[in-house]
T-cell receptor, first 116, second 114 residues
């Protein structure tokens, strides 16, 4: 049981390049999330997927797209990377998501992305 | 709008000493409250959470936190820290209505003095 896994661990891009960050969970969780972590700012939600087949914007979605490929996998795509997207990206999952309840989120180890 | 404040950016304590990390939140109703720990180069690990009931919550690794509604606080405590507790600690709050609205504090970095 690996929990939440993310690939790659590190990535350096040039401005304008594209890339996809991969996330997978083996806990049979319904909900998955993408966050970015910047110094002094805590974690900010980029996108989330309440269940397979649905995605919604979080606090900072601009410049990103997501795909919930199946129940296990949730990818984050940067179509045209910018230096402002230099950050550490975390994927998380939770058993469920529903209005009126909050479930514990479990986090992956993160991807450190640098955009030059 | 809801917010979370961790007023201490960096704290250093001696090994074996007690620890208290402060967290204050701003929210109209009783929120869900969490403490996460992040070791260097690692993801976040849940230490404990408060949803309802007993206001003193026990977590993993000997940590506990107390919810004080009157002070809008959820401070994390440990009676005796170990060198392995050196990490960054994040307080988080979520409203009753939506997990997607979890807001994280900016974190407190804990260093342990031998």
């Amino acid at each position: 049981n690996a929990g939440v896994t993310q690939t790659p661990k590190f990535q350096v891009l040039k401005t304008g390049q594209s890339m996809t960050l991969q996330c997978a969970q083996d806990m049979n969780h319904n909900s998955m999330y993408w966050y970015r972590q910047d110094p002094g700012m805590g974690l900010r939600l980029i996108y989330y997927s309440a269940s397979e087949g649905t995605t919604d914007k979080g606090e900072v979605p601009n410049g990103y797209n997501v795909s919930r490929l199946n129940k296990r996998e949730f990818s984050l795509r940067l179509e045209s990377a910018a230096p402002s997207q230099t950050s550490v990206y975390f994927c998380a999952s939770s058993e469920f998501f529903e209005e009126g309840a909050t479930d514990t989120q479990y986090f992956g180890p993160g991807t450190r992305l640098t955009v030059l | 709008a809801q917010s979370v404040t961790q007023p201490d950016i960096h704290i250093t304590v001696s090994e074996g000493a007690s620890l208290e990390l402060r967290c204050n939140y701003s929210y109209g109703a009783t929120p869900y409250l969490f403490w996460y720990v992040q070791s260097p180069g690692q993801g976040l690990q849940l230490l404990l959470k408060y949803f309802s009931g007993d206001t003193l919550v026990q977590g993993i690794k000997g940590f506990e936190a107390e919810f004080k509604r009157s002070q809008s606080s959820f401070n994390l405590r440990k009676p005796s820290v170990h060198w392995s507790d050196a990490a960054e600690y994040f307080c988080a709050v979520a409203p009753y209505s939506s997990a997607s609205k979890i807001i994280f504090g900016s974190g407190t970095r804990l260093s342990i003095r031998p």
